[in-house]
């Protein structure tokens, strides 16, 4: 731009355009990968479900293009930000971020957004696929939150001023559908409240340790279109789904209520070394879905025939813990992670068994990550994962003892 006459027309009408379109920026990374597990047709959280005939595949896990508008005042705060991204794979084109944000430019503490972006709840949920070290988020995530994004909107209070004194304080308050992505359009008038308030990453002057924490709240629930609901219970001395059938019960809320905390600590290893990371989220409450499954329904249940399903309610819980390290320097890490998802808390082991309703939906699953990651320059990384996963015993056919379902993942990452 410095070689442009200023004083022509020409020359204004660039500088104007330059102007204008300095806020705009595309990134995006693709995710080619390959897989092999154990067995043929298995169910997977490691990239979906293999096909019958299928034990090992190549796949696009990810295709993202993103493009972002931020605009600056003449004190550098943000004024307005806009965001799009999709996801293309072979398995179609998707959207994933859709959004617009304004922010307040007198006290420069709250912003305001709406549209299609990640629901403010954990850590796990909010961090990138392409920063995270693992190929994929945990089995609680993917269940209770899949696709991690909804529709809705979200007021923060984020002190954006360097010597603020709440400057490490961020809080976020959002209403959503509750659906996410998983349909088209919402089923019912019900909304989720989600909220979290975090402290950012704070570094230590003594021993530059990096510190972060969050704790974080979903309140909300789906509108029942049947009489009948089950809940856990009793019967004949034998944990049980109860039902409860009431004509009284149709318009009633069914509650799904998530309550966790997380923390992350970073230890840095010396000049150009990288660092000891530890990362631990725990999550539990009550979850309203079918006697099939516990994801998050998109739209109303039905069966085959299409009448509508009973729902049932669960107590549950989760957590994951992460160890990264590198070695020696920030181009080589190692990864170790273990995360479970227990769908009813109530009941475990032998207990699940037939003639109690208890299904496959209420196994508890644990999960050990072990991985390797190579940093070859900042556009690409490789990545090694082997995912071993441990179901619990069980009288369920099929479930009587551990299935043969661990997958390993060799990936490759192109960033821009």
Same mark, same amino acid.
Request: proline residues 5%.
């Given at each position: 731009?410095?070689?442009?006459? =200023?004083?022509?027309?020409?020359?204004?009408?660039?500088?104007?355009?330059?102007?204008?379109?300095?806020?705009?920026?595309?990134?995006?990374?693709?995710?080619? #990968?390959?897989?092999?597990?154990?067995?043929?047709?298995?169910?997977?959280?490691?990239?979906?479900?293999?096909?019958?005939?299928?034990?090992?595949?190549?796949? *696009? &896990?990810?295709?993202?293009?993103?493009?972002?508008?931020?605009?600056?005042?003449?004190?550098?705060?943000?004024?307005?930000?806009?965001?799009?991204?999709?996801?293309?794979?072979?398995?179609?084109?998707?959207?994933?971020?859709?959004?617009? &944000?304004?922010?307040?430019?007198?006290?420069?503490?709250?912003?305001?957004?709406?549209?299609?972006?990640?629901?403010?709840?954990?850590?796990?949920?909010?961090?990138?696929?392409?920063?995270?070290?693992?190929?994929?988020? %945990?089995?609680?995530?993917?269940?209770?939150?899949?696709?991690?994004?909804?529709?809705?909107?979200?007021?923060?209070?984020?002190?954006?001023?360097?010597?603020?004194?709440?400057?490490?304080?961020?809080?976020?308050?959002?209403?959503?559908?509750?659906?996410?992505? =998983?349909?088209?359009?919402?089923?019912?008038?019900?909304?989720? *409240?989600?909220?979290?308030?975090?402290?950012?990453?704070?570094?230590?002057?003594?021993?530059?340790?990096?510190?972060?924490?969050?704790?974080?709240?979903?309140?909300?629930?789906?509108? #029942?279109?049947?009489?009948?609901?089950? &809940?856990?219970?009793?019967?004949?001395?034998?944990?049980?789904?109860?039902?409860?059938?009431?004509? *009284?019960?149709?318009?009633?809320?069914?509650?799904?209520?998530?309550?966790?905390?997380?923390?992350?600590?970073?230890?840095?290893? %010396?000049?150009?070394? %990288?660092?000891? #990371?530890?990362?631990?989220?725990?999550?539990?409450?009550?979850?309203?879905?079918?006697?099939?499954?516990?994801?998050?329904?998109?739209?109303?249940?039905?069966?085959?025939?299409?009448?509508?399903?009973?729902?049932?309610?669960?107590?549950?819980?989760?957590?994951?813990?992460?160890?990264?390290?590198?070695? %020696?320097?920030?181009?080589?890490?190692?990864?170790?992670?273990?995360?479970?998802?227990?769908?009813?808390?109530?009941?475990?082991?032998?207990?699940?068994?037939?003639?109690?309703?208890?299904?496959?939906?209420?196994?508890?699953?644990?999960?050990?990550?072990?991985?390797?990651?190579?940093?070859?320059?900042?556009?690409?990384?490789?990545?090694?994962?082997?995912?071993?996963?441990?179901?619990?015993?069980?009288? *369920?056919?099929?479930?009587?003892?551990?299935?043969?379902?661990?997958?390993?993942?060799?990936?490759?990452?192109?960033?821009?």
């Amino acid at each position: 731009m410095d070689m442009i006459d =200023t004083t022509t027309e020409l020359g204004k009408g660039m500088i104007s355009m330059y102007h204008k379109y300095d806020a705009l920026r595309f990134s995006g990374y693709i995710q080619p #990968q390959y897989q092999m597990a154990q067995g043929k047709g298995i169910s997977s959280y490691a990239g979906g479900d293999f096909p019958n005939a299928v034990d090992n595949r190549f796949t *696009l &896990r990810r295709g993202r293009i993103r493009m972002d508008y931020e605009l600056y005042n003449h004190a550098d705060m943000p004024v307005v930000q806009f965001a799009f991204q999709f996801d293309g794979t072979e398995r179609g084109v998707f959207i994933r971020d859709f959004y617009g &944000r304004v922010f307040d430019t007198k006290f420069n503490l709250f912003s305001l957004v709406g549209g299609m972006f990640a629901r403010p709840f954990g850590y796990e949920v909010n961090l990138s696929s392409g920063d995270r070290e693992t190929p994929e988020r %945990g089995r609680m995530s993917q269940i209770l939150m899949k696709t991690e994004r909804d529709l809705g909107a979200m007021i923060s209070f984020e002190p954006r001023g360097k010597d603020h004194p709440l400057r490490y304080l961020k809080i976020d308050v959002g209403l959503f559908n509750g659906q996410g992505l =998983t349909a088209t359009t919402d089923f019912d008038s019900h909304k989720d *409240l989600i909220a979290r308030i975090a402290m950012k990453p704070y570094q230590f002057k003594r021993n530059k340790w990096i510190l972060s924490a969050g704790a974080s709240v979903l309140y909300g629930g789906m509108q #029942q279109f049947t009489p009948s609901i089950y &809940r856990m219970g009793t019967a004949n001395g034998q944990k049980t789904f109860v039902l409860d059938s009431n004509d *009284l019960n149709v318009g009633k809320i069914a509650p799904r209520h998530y309550y966790g905390a997380d923390v992350q600590l970073k230890i840095p290893n %010396g000049p150009k070394k %990288g660092y000891t #990371q530890f990362r631990v989220e725990y999550i539990r409450g009550s979850q309203t879905a079918t006697a099939a499954t516990t994801e998050t329904p998109g739209v109303i249940p039905t069966d085959a025939q299409g009448k509508r399903l009973p729902l049932y309610i669960r107590p549950f819980d989760g957590a994951y813990l992460y160890f990264i390290q590198h070695l %020696g320097n920030e181009k080589h890490q190692v990864v170790v992670k273990y995360d479970w998802y227990d769908p009813n808390r109530n009941v475990s082991g032998k207990e699940i068994a037939p003639g109690t309703g208890l299904t496959p939906a209420d196994i508890r699953y644990n999960t050990w990550g072990l991985g390797y990651l190579y940093y070859a320059n900042e556009h690409l990384k490789f990545m090694v994962y082997y995912d071993w996963v441990k179901n619990e015993s069980t009288n *369920l056919p099929g479930y009587t003892s551990d299935l043969k379902d661990n997958v390993l993942t060799c990936r490759m990452q192109y960033r821009f």
